[in-house]
């Protein structure tokens, strides 16, 4: 479990959008690189197995990239968001490269079989949102 402090920008019946600080020391994911301070737009969906951290350079500098959690929807009780990580994470970077991490961990998880089935029908959903520059894709240079 990780928790750390963030800022609602925007809330509807779909989601929220938060916006946090990386506040950990470096965290090399391979093509992605996490530094403490990065500024993180957070999607979090109530409907959708996903969420998706538009992740940014310091507090004001250009996209680093997309990274993307396989989670079960996102509930909101409160002033505390969950969402349950279910380890499999998407990076998606603005040049177009992307990659996958932790299915080991995905597969070693004890999850019923209508959840392991919503999160790799998430994974593909996002793979879809990217191929086709939907957003928050769309910038992707081509």
Known sequence: ???YPGSILEQDESGVLVQ???DRELVNLGLLE????DRFLERYYFDRWYNIFAVYSGKSGPPKGWYCNIARPAVLEAARLRADDLALDYIVLPDGR???LD???FRALMLEEGERLAARRALDSLRN???TRQAPFSMIES
């Open 129 to 131: 949102m990217m191929y």
């Open 20 to 22: 946090a600080y990386f």
């Open 34 to 37: 996490l530094r403490r301070g």
């Open 103 to 105: 299915e080991d961990e």
């Open 1 to 3: 479990m990780w928790s």
């Open 98 to 100: 992307m990659q996958l």
